[in-house]
């Protein structure tokens, strides 16, 4: 029989999430998101790929021509969107209305 210790070390879980920020995100915010999120130990954030300037973005229909950033976030430790949301918008002073958290499975994305 495993012990407890074991148990734990084998069943490591990391959280997905996909931000999507309307607009661009530079590279110096890109350092203060990764350090903000070091509070759930980052295991990854992926550098923002862009979509084309949209008249009305998808996800975002209060914004006008705008690009769409899109990042993947994996933490170790649990979170939920609405505290990625809060700690992204901190972090990179842009209105919460600009920014959409999705956990991995989510059905709208």
Not at 11 to 30: C, N, P
């Amino acid at each position: 029989m495993r012990s407890y210790r074991e148990f734990l070390t084998e069943s490591k879980k990391q959280y997905t999430f996909r931000i999507k920020v309307a607009g661009e995100v530079a590279d110096e915010q890109l350092e203060k998101l990764e350090s903000s999120f070091d509070r759930w130990g980052l295991a990854s954030l992926s550098k923002p790929k862009r979509t084309p300037i949209q008249e009305h973005p998808q996800d975002f229909p209060e914004v006008t021509n705008s690009e769409v950033s899109i990042m993947e976030l994996i933490v170790n430790y649990p979170a939920t969107p609405r505290d990625i949301l809060e700690c992204v918008h901190s972090a990179l002073g842009i209105p919460v209305d600009h920014i959409r958290v999705y956990n991995k499975d989510d059905p709208h994305e």
